[in-house]
Structures are given as structure tokens and as C-alpha cells.
């Protein structure tokens, strides 16, 4: 009876797929941000998780920095409630959204530790770990399960990146390092896909991983499983294995291109090309250098501004030579169905990318941006929390796996080759 009375009354539930949903949300989280800040002047203050000695540490546990992290809380809580109404859930599902939020707190405190932060380690990735110590040593209960929505977090997070994927960076950073960038990125996805491909890797792994090492590491992975719809477990597989490769990385590198006797310049670009988080690089062209730190951000820059390009591609690629999962004919699917099929929030990410591009590239907007950066880093600590929290470490740990790691460092290995190659031949070659 009361089912009829609610449908006689038109009331219906929303029910919008998560795609949809995360860049609904996300769009217009970056609304709402802009609109205030030109209303009012103002943009919520992220709490501070930075620390290196006991005096920092008892600053980030201020009443001050306990407020700011109060308020992004009820920020990100309203936004994360209004995704659950999206996509037709209860709102009572979303109350172990609190547990998560203090996991990532408790994650970016970890990972706000600089001297972590020096060695390349990052809180993506004590996030993943504390969800997986607990799912795995107490397991995850049933309640806080309902608030696990790693890829409608991690959707919401790429849409807010887009802020910070400026296309006047990109003409800033200079013709040799957007040259160098292109070739690179092209070369080695190229070279990694097929060696995936040779030791029988799956395609979805295929994919991450190839993105991850030749692109721009952990955004790049996370990027092009949402393009592709790839299973959470592997791309928490290709994120680890992304960090804990990038580590000694950062002493390697600079003691090879002293040992080959490379300029600050040639180092630099070499770095950029070739370590896959930006974190990392800039410890390890500081180490090397100053000029070398330039232009190892350069480099870097340039390939992090080729992730839109590069996702909106893969999604293409994704959507044109797969058939639905739950079974089809094996034909090439019409291009309705390859609308249906594309992760809607690329178009999102790229929508945001083009908008502070064209119109809030200047420093008045630099506020709203660096807000957006800070939200965008909670929504991708969120998602690897959640990820921990439903994943079983064996997952992680297969025999599968272990073949991609080989093919991973081969992939690597590759990268660190022809990359000096193209950063000798783009930097230093005085044309």
C-alpha cells in the first residue's frame, strides 16, 4: 500500500549510475568552490599534516588545525551524502564515512612525516596500508562496509585534479620538455603494453601498469582504471608496486648520472622522464642540483599535463574493443554504445582542466586551485582506504602479480634507457 501511494505521488528515487553520479558531484564541488570564492572571498582551509620533529607535531594536533580538519570533514561529508541520494542508497549507509575520513587522517598524518615524504613515500600509500592491516587482521564489519565507495571517491578526486592540469604550464615548461614528454610517454606505454601482453598479463593490468610507469605514476594508474573500469585490487597492486619501485629510485638515479658524468640540465631531464611521482622527482633532483630540479619538474609538468590526453584516449581505445561483460557477439560496438560504455568523469576532468585553463589560469584564482589540490588528495586518500578495507592481501600477492612485477621493472628498466636517449638528444644536443 505504500509502495502505490509513493508511486501515485510521483515521488521516485534517484538513481544515477556512479560515473554520473561522481561527475555530477565532482562538477559541482568545483561550482560551488568557485562561486563562493567569487561571492566571498573565501576557500575552506585544509588542516596541516606536515612534521618533522615533536614541536610540528603537537602544531597539527592544534585547536586551530583540529577546526580546519573539522570543517573539510563536514564539507566532504554533505558532498559524499548527496552521491549516496545520487545513486539511490540510503543515507543512513553513509555513517562509516566517519571511520574512513579518520583512517585517512590518520594515513596523511603518517604520510605528512617529511622525512617519509623525502624517501618518496607517500600517504596513498600508508592509506591502502592501514585499510589492509585492519581487513586483513580484524576484517572489515558489514556497516562500514556501506561507505566503501573507492571508485566513486577516487572519480570525484581525478575530477578535482583538473584544476591543476593547466594547459599554459604546459607551453610555460618549453618545446623541449613538452618533445621529450610526448615521445617518451608514447614510446614506453607502447613498449610496456606489449611486454605485458608477452608474458601474458590481462589486459586491465596491462593498462595501469602501462600508464603508471610512462606517464605519471599513481595519478596516471589511478586515471586510467577509472577510464577502463578496472578492478580496485590491481590498482591497488600497480600503485604499490609504483611507490616501492619509485624509493630507491631517488638514490640510483642520481649516482648513475654523476657516474656517467651527465650536466645538471641532461640529469634533470632525465629524472623528470623517468620516476614515476612527482614527490620522488623532486627529492632527486634536489639532490642532484638545482638546475637539475627545474628541470626534472619540467619534465614532469609535461607528462602530468599529458594525463587528460592520454585518459581521454584510453577510454576511447577501452570502450571501442571491449563488449559488454556480461557477454555480446564479439562486433565492434556502435557508437551509442561506446557513449554508454565511456567513463563519463574523464569528460569531467578534462571540462574542469579547460575551464581554469581558459578562464582562472591567473593568481587571483591560485586560492581556489590550491583548495581543489587539497580536497582532490583527501578524495584519493579516501578511495585507498577504502580499497585496503575491502581487499584481501593474498589478492595482492598472486602468482599473477608476480609476473607483472618482472614485467614492471622490465618496463622500468626500459624507461631508464630510452629516455637518456631522448633527453640526450632533446637537451643535450645543442641544435
Given at each position: 500500500?505504500?509502495?502505490?501511494?509513493?508511486?501515485?505521488?510521483?515521488?521516485?528515487?534517484?538513481?544515477l549510475?556512479?560515473?554520473?553520479?561522481?561527475?555530477?558531484?565532482?562538477?559541482?564541488?568545483?561550482?560551488?568552490?568557485?562561486?563562493?570564492?567569487?561571492?566571498?572571498?573565501?576557500?575552506?582551509q585544509?588542516?596541516?599534516?606536515?612534521?618533522?620533529?615533536?614541536?610540528e607535531?603537537?602544531?597539527?594536533?592544534?585547536?586551530g588545525?583540529?577546526?580546519?580538519?573539522?570543517?573539510?570533514?563536514?564539507?566532504?561529508?554533505?558532498?559524499?551524502?548527496l552521491?549516496?541520494?545520487?545513486?539511490?542508497?540510503?543515507v543512513?549507509?553513509?555513517?562509516?564515512?566517519?571511520?574512513?575520513?579518520?583512517?585517512a587522517?590518520?594515513?596523511?598524518?603518517?604520510?605528512g612525516?617529511r622525512?617519509?615524504?623525502?624517501?618518496?613515500?607517500?600517504?596513498v600509500?600508508?592509506?591502502?596500508?592501514?585499510?589492509?592491516?585492519?581487513?586483513?587482521?580484524?576484517?572489515?564489519?558489514?556497516?562500514?562496509?556501506?561507505?566503501?565507495?573507492?571508485?566513486?571517491?577516487?572519480?570525484?578526486?581525478?575530477?578535482?585534479?583538473?584544476?591543476?592540469?593547466?594547459?599554459q604550464?604546459?607551453?610555460?615548461?618549453?618545446?623541449?620538455?613538452?618533445?621529450?614528454?610526448?615521445?617518451?610517454?608514447?614510446?614506453?606505454?607502447?613498449?610496456?603494453?606489449?611486454?605485458?601482453?608477452?608474458?601474458?598479463?590481462?589486459?586491465?593490468?596491462?593498462?595501469?601498469?602501462?600508464?603508471?610507469?610512462?606517464?605519471?605514476?599513481?595519478?596516471?594508474?589511478?586515471?586510467?582504471?577509472?577510464?577502463?573500469?578496472?578492478?580496485?585490487?590491481?590498482?591497488?597492486?600497480?600503485?604499490?608496486?609504483?611507490?616501492?619501485?619509485?624509493?630507491?629510485?631517488?638514490?640510483?638515479?642520481?649516482?648513475?648520472?654523476?657516474?656517467?658524468?651527465?650536466?645538471?640540465?641532461?640529469?634533470?631531464?632525465?629524472?623528470?622522464?623517468?620516476?614515476?611521482?612527482?614527490?620522488?622527482?623532486?627529492?632527486?633532483?634536489?639532490?642532484?642540483?638545482?638546475?637539475?630540479?627545474?628541470?626534472?619538474?619540467?619534465?614532469?609538468?609535461?607528462?602530468?599535463?599529458?594525463?587528460?590526453?592520454a585518459?581521454?584516449?584510453?577510454?576511447?581505445?577501452?570502450?571501442?574493443?571491449?563488449?559488454?561483460?556480461?557477454?555480446?557477439d564479439?562486433?565492434?560496438?556502435?557508437?551509442?554504445?561506446?557513449?554508454?560504455?565511456?567513463?563519463?568523469?574523464?569528460?569531467?576532468?578534462?571540462?574542469?582542466?579547460?575551464?581554469?585553463?581558459?578562464?582562472?589560469?591567473?593568481?587571483?584564482?591560485?586560492?581556489v586551485?590550491?583548495?581543489?589540490?587539497?580536497?582532490?588528495?583527501?578524495?584519493?586518500?579516501?578511495?585507498?582506504?577504502?580499497?585496503?578495507?575491502?581487499t584481501?592481501?593474498?589478492?595482492?600477492?598472486?602468482?599473477?602479480?608476480?609476473?607483472?612485477?618482472?614485467?614492471?621493472?622490465?618496463?622500468?628498466?626500459?624507461?631508464?634507457?630510452f629516455?637518456?636517449?631522448?633527453?640526450?638528444?632533446?637537451?643535450?644536443?645543442?641544435?
Amino acid at each position: 500500500m505504500k509502495k502505490n501511494l509513493l508511486s501515485l505521488s510521483g515521488v521516485k528515487r534517484l538513481h544515477l549510475t556512479e560515473d554520473w553520479t561522481a561527475t555530477a558531484v565532482g562538477l559541482l564541488f568545483v561550482a560551488v568552490s568557485l562561486a563562493i570564492f567569487g561571492l566571498l572571498g573565501y576557500t575552506p582551509q585544509a588542516a596541516a599534516f606536515g612534521w618533522k620533529n615533536g614541536g610540528e607535531l603537537l602544531a597539527v594536533f592544534s585547536a586551530g588545525n583540529l577546526f580546519r580538519l573539522l570543517t573539510v570533514f563536514a564539507i566532504s561529508y554533505a558532498f559524499f551524502v548527496l552521491a549516496y541520494i545520487s545513486l539511490g542508497k540510503p543515507v543512513k549507509d553513509t555513517l562509516g564515512y566517519v571511520i574512513v575520513f579518520l583512517l585517512a587522517a590518520v594515513a596523511s598524518l603518517i604520510g605528512g612525516n617529511r622525512t617519509l615524504g623525502e624517501w618518496g613515500l607517500e600517504t596513498v600509500i600508508f592509506s591502502l596500508l592501514i585499510g589492509l592491516l585492519i581487513n586483513n587482521v580484524f576484517g572489515t564489519p558489514g556497516w562500514l562496509r556501506k561507505s566503501l565507495s573507492s571508485e566513486l571517491y577516487i572519480k570525484i578526486g581525478l575530477i578535482l585534479l583538473g584544476a591543476t592540469i593547466l594547459f599554459q604550464n604546459l607551453l610555460k615548461s618549453g618545446a623541449l620538455g613538452l618533445i621529450q614528454s610526448v615521445i617518451v610517454v608514447f614510446a614506453v606505454w607502447y613498449f610496456s603494453f606489449w611486454l605485458c601482453r608477452r608474458f601474458r598479463v590481462d589486459r586491465e593490468l596491462s593498462v595501469m601498469l602501462s600508464s603508471a610507469v610512462s606517464i605519471c605514476g599513481v595519478s596516471a594508474a589511478i586515471a586510467s582504471a577509472g577510464a577502463i573500469k578496472g578492478d580496485s585490487r590491481k590498482l591497488s597492486y600497480v600503485v604499490s608496486l609504483v611507490l616501492v619501485v619509485a624509493v630507491p629510485m631517488i638514490i640510483i638515479m642520481p649516482l648513475l648520472a654523476k657516474l656517467i658524468g651527465l650536466d645538471e640540465i641532461l640529469a634533470g631531464a632525465w629524472i623528470g622522464g623517468t620516476i614515476d611521482t612527482t614527490g620522488a622527482v623532486v627529492a632527486t633532483g634536489a639532490i642532484y642540483g638545482e638546475e637539475a630540479l627545474k628541470t626534472a619538474t619540467v619534465v614532469k609538468f609535461s607528462q602530468n599535463v599529458l594525463l587528460g590526453i592520454a585518459a581521454f584516449f584510453i577510454a576511447v581505445y577501452w570502450s571501442y574493443t571491449h563488449s559488454d561483460k556480461t557477454g555480446g557477439d564479439g562486433q565492434k560496438p556502435s557508437l551509442r554504445l561506446i557513449w554508454e560504455r565511456f567513463p563519463k568523469f574523464v569528460l569531467g576532468f578534462v571540462f574542469v582542466s579547460l575551464l581554469f585553463s581558459l578562464f582562472f589560469a591567473g593568481e587571483a584564482y591560485k586560492p581556489v586551485a590550491d583548495s581543489l589540490k587539497k580536497f582532490q588528495n583527501l578524495w584519493f586518500t579516501l578511495g585507498f582506504v577504502s580499497i585496503g578495507l575491502e581487499t584481501d592481501f593474498k589478492a595482492i600477492v598472486n602468482s599473477a602479480h608476480r609476473k607483472a612485477t618482472f614485467v614492471f621493472l622490465g618496463a622500468q628498466l626500459f624507461n631508464v634507457l630510452f629516455t637518456l636517449l631522448v633527453a640526450y638528444l632533446v637537451f643535450g644536443i645543442k641544435w
